[in-house]
């Protein structure tokens, strides 16, 4: 059985067209193991976002294939990409993008209200206490600091018990405490459940809670750490950033990536 939850096949995305054409993902090839958590990393521009985008459905590539779970997404329709979201993938943002005039159960509920599911309460309970919100359901966004606005925000992503959690800069809004727990919150999801976490970050602290880090440049892969700390992430990123690491359309040997 293949244990990778997600899997990226020589996939490029360019935007627009002749000289104006700008090439966001150049040739990536990558997999993520199911029950692992990753960070990804680069300078601006490196293709970050976009990489999430087509991994998560959001976007569609140029070429190459995208694979969740064994389904091929560029075999897909809309619908059937809205749906595949719907049920298999969740997403953590750095804005909390909770709706205000809803309580914290009813916006943890709201992905299965839309999708016209049942919503069992127990369920929408069960992950308010996943996230160390048992005692909060009622309370309203405005009623909330802004670490556990993002709890609610993550608890609402579990609901649909995804097989992969998107997060893009989830702790960007956040202090370092708050930051620390939300990432320690997230770590435990994986250690203890077997969540798979992909996640965009600038931030090597918040990198250095995730099993490998992926490195972009200019659209392409750049190689990977693997079990590093935050110092060496950040000694990596100042290189990358600093132009003293070449970009390279594969990683070298010691730094193999899985694809």
């Not at 009623?143 to 609610?152: A, D, H, I, L, N």
């Amino acid at each position: 059985m293949n244990n990778d939850a997600i899997r990226l096949h020589h996939v490029s995305r360019r935007y627009g067209a002749g000289g104006n054409a700008v090439t966001a993902l150049d040739q990536v090839s990558l997999s993520f193991p199911r029950g692992t958590f990753t960070a990804v990393m680069g300078p601006s521009g490196s293709g970050k976002s976009t990489l999430l985008q087509c991994a998560a459905g959001l976007d569609r590539p140029t070429s190459g294939s995208v694979t969740v779970g064994g389904t091929e997404l560029t075999e897909l329709s809309e619908t059937g990409l809205t749906l595949l979201r719907r049920a298999r993938i969740g997403f953590v943002f750095q804005a909390f993008n909770l709706l205000p005039s809803l309580t914290a159960e009813q916006n943890v509920a709201l992905p299965l209200r839309l999708a016209g599911r049942r919503v069992p309460k127990a369920r929408v309970r069960e992950v308010l206490a996943q996230v160390g919100l048992g005692d909060r359901a009622r309370h309203r966004p405005t009623e909330m600091s802004g670490g556990q606005q993002q709890r609610v925000a993550l608890a609402r992503a579990l609901i649909t018990r995804p097989e992969v959690l998107f997060g893009d800069e989830p702790t960007g809004a956040l202090d370092s405490q708050t930051s620390h727990e939300v990432l320690a919150l997230l770590r435990g999801m994986v250690d203890r459940e077997g969540q798979t976490i992909i996640m965009v970050t600038h931030d090597p602290v918040a990198a250095g809670y995730a099993d490998r880090v992926v490195f972009l440049v200019d659209g392409r892969v750049n190689g990977e750490l693997v079990g590093a700390g935050a110092d060496d992430i950040a000694a990596r990123t100042t290189k990358l950033e600093t132009g003293a690491s070449r970009p390279q359309s594969a990683p070298t040997s010691s730094e193999a990536l899985p694809c």
